[in-house]
């Protein structure tokens, strides 16, 4: 799938909470606890609602030093990873 053209949202099944700036997700199907860094915390805060990753990216090129090559593999990476334990949903249209 090609993540410029994906949108991007939270899963249903979890709670977070800000912690400062950090954020702590509970996944309600398996129990688990996930730490975010403050990164992926502004990430995760994105992602509220579905968001097309490329302004996920412009976002977080705004808001830190970072070039597009490398804001592009880091938040496709963190977003895999969250797709992979069911956190988040990327398809090719914004659903509500």
């Known amino acids: 799938?090609?993540?410029?053209?994906?949108?991007?949202r939270r899963s249903t099944n979890q709670i977070a909470c800000d912690m400062g700036g950090e954020v702590v997700i509970l996944d309600l199907k398996s129990g688990t606890y996930y730490g975010l860094d403050?990164?992926?915390?502004?990430?995760?805060?994105?992602?509220?609602?579905?968001?097309?990753?490329?302004?996920?990216?412009?976002?977080?090129?705004?808001?830190?030093?970072?070039?597009?090559?490398?804001?592009?593999?880091?938040?496709?990476?963190f977003l895999d990873q969250m797709k992979a334990v069911g956190l988040v949903e990327i398809s090719n249209e914004a659903v509500c």
Do not use: H, K
């Open 38 to 77: 403050v990164v992926a915390a502004r990430v995760w805060s994105l992602i509220e609602q579905p968001l097309p990753f490329s302004a996920i990216c412009d976002t977080i090129m705004s808001e830190y030093e970072v070039d597009a090559e490398t804001c592009g593999r880091d938040v496709s990476s």
């Open 1 to 8: 799938m090609d993540m410029n053209s994906s949108f991007v």
